[in-house]
């Protein structure tokens, strides 16, 4: 069974209207229709000039925000603080990193080869 931790609404965002660009005529220069949603915890965006109405915008702006990486990565960092299952960035960095985890190349003879393999010369 799922659980809702927390939901994100347009209070959570900070809204601003401007004047949208592009073909439209005298009319689309006049009017405030484009709208960019920031999110605050995040910092992620979301624009949207695509039709005349004000509040279709909004309502893409915020979809466009929803789906951004930045947007994803925090919801991300967010569960799991809310969860108490931690990341540990650094930890997982580490273990990346372990060498049997890594290849290790050099060039030889304009060839790459494993370093194991490769006679390299000390200047």
């Given amino acids: 069974m799922k659980e809702l931790l927390f939901s994100v609404t347009a209070s959570d965002c900070n809204w601003e209207v401007m004047r949208g660009t592009g073909p439209g005529g005298q009319k689309r220069n006049k009017t405030e229709s484009k709208v960019r949603c920031i999110h605050r915890a995040s910092g992620a965006i979301g624009e949207s000039d695509e039709t005349r109405s004000q509040h279709d915008n909004k309502r893409k702006a915020f979809r466009k925000m929803a789906e951004s990486d930045k947007f994803k990565a ?49 200047d």
Avoid: Y
């Fill in 74 to 122: 925090w919801h991300k960092l967010e569960v799991s603080k809310r969860t108490g299952k931690l990341i540990d960035l650094e930890d997982n960095v580490n273990r990346a990193m372990n060498e049997k985890n890594l290849k290790v190349e050099g060039r030889v003879d304009g060839l790459w080869v494993p370093v194991e393999e490769a006679i390299f010369i000390e």
